[in-house]
């Protein structure tokens, strides 16, 4: 299997893993401050990269310079994580899952800024073909809501962050001097933990660990290693293998697998409104795998 085909094998393990923070999350958005959650998540995930790191032969010394990089990731990886559980304490699993599919294509636009990867026609197409499926979620189909940007508040506060996000994944490589992708998912989920310690620490200190329900303790751990330590490592991978838009097109499969997720938790399948919108979501990721060939 060549470099590229395993960059998309790893986008791909990516999606369904981020679709099961959406779920979890909005279970446990709204028992604890999102920075206060994201601090420890992000300080549990350095540990188990870290882990990983050694037993894959350790750091060196070179793998650290100029560490205000990891700061840059961190803090940017960071904010998109506080500002997506302070969505979800209000915003519907699917719906926020949909805003993330307009990631591609604001992520896209800081590719070319960044990188000056330049996008094909059939990718323009693919990625407006995604963004109209990701607002006929957004808008629940309704085109006077759409007209009149009815948008929740859960909905606007989570796309802010998926901002940062689009402004991470080209940055990866921008930043990048030759470290491994586990080596670099360590510096960022550190660089990370110190600054939401920094941003958080108050309610960190305030928070009644003891009392919080299993939930959020499930949810911690699920987050910390699935959708934070193997996510980041899996990014940070197919980002040095695929251009920044191709990487974020599979975020065109986080709806589809969170319908998944919240079928299997219980919580019912979405009105046949949303599945109109997902379908648009998954046309446009084959038309850019398709342009890969």
Not at 10 to 19: G, K, P, Q
Not at 113 to 119: E, Y
Not at 147 to 151: D, G, N, R, S
């Given at each position: 299997m060549g470099d590229v085909a395993r960059g998309h094998l790893?986008?791909?393990?990516?999606?369904?893993?981020?679709?099961g923070s959406f779920s979890l999350g909005s279970m446990a958005a709204n028992h604890i401050d999102p920075a206060a959650f994201n601090a420890v998540r992000f300080l549990c995930g350095a540990v188990v990269v870290a882990v990983l790191v050694q037993a894959r032969g350790g750091f060196e010394r070179w793998h650290f310079r100029a560490p205000w990089r990891y700061l840059v990731l961190g803090g940017l990886f960071g904010a998109y994580f506080v500002l997506m559980f302070e969505g979800l304490k209000t915003a519907p699993p699917v719906s926020a899952a949909a805003v993330f599919t307009l990631t591609p294509i604001m992520t896209a636009g800081f590719g070319?800024?960044?990188?000056?990867?330049?996008?094909t026609g059939r990718m323009a197409l693919a990625l407006a073909i995604g963004g109209g499926g990701a607002l006929w979620v957004i808008f629940r189909a309704d085109l006077s809501a759409l007209?009149?940007?009815?948008?929740g508040r859960g909905e606007l506060v989570y796309f802010i962050g998926c901002v940062s996000h689009a402004i991470y994944t080209p940055m990866v490589r921008v930043l990048n001097r030759g470290e491994s992708a586990p080596v670099s998912t360590f510096g960022t989920m550190v660089g990370g933990a110190a600054v939401l310690f920094l941003w958080g620490g108050t309610e960190v200190a305030a928070?009644?660990?003891?009392?919080l329900p299993?939930?959020?303790?499930?949810?911690?751990?699920?987050?910390?290693?699935?959708?934070?330590?193997?996510?980041?490592?899996?990014?940070?991978?197919?980002?040095?293998r695929l251009?920044?838009?191709k990487?974020?097109?599979?975020?065109?499969?986080?709806?589809?697998?969170v319908i998944g997720w919240e079928f299997f938790l219980g919580?019912?399948?979405p009105t046949a409104y949303v599945l109109g919108g997902i379908a648009l979501t998954v046309l446009a990721l084959l038309l850019l795998l398709k342009n890969d060939g």
């Open positions: 790893a986008m791909l393990a990516f999606s369904a893993l981020v679709a070319y800024l960044l990188l000056r990867q330049i996008m007209l009149a940007f009815e948008v928070t009644d660990w003891s009392a299993p939930i959020v303790w499930i949810t911690l751990a699920y987050t910390a290693v699935m959708a934070t330590a193997v996510t980041v490592v899996l990014l940070q991978f197919a980002s040095m251009p920044a838009s990487v974020m097109a599979y975020t065109y499969l986080t709806p589809t697998w919580n019912g399948l």
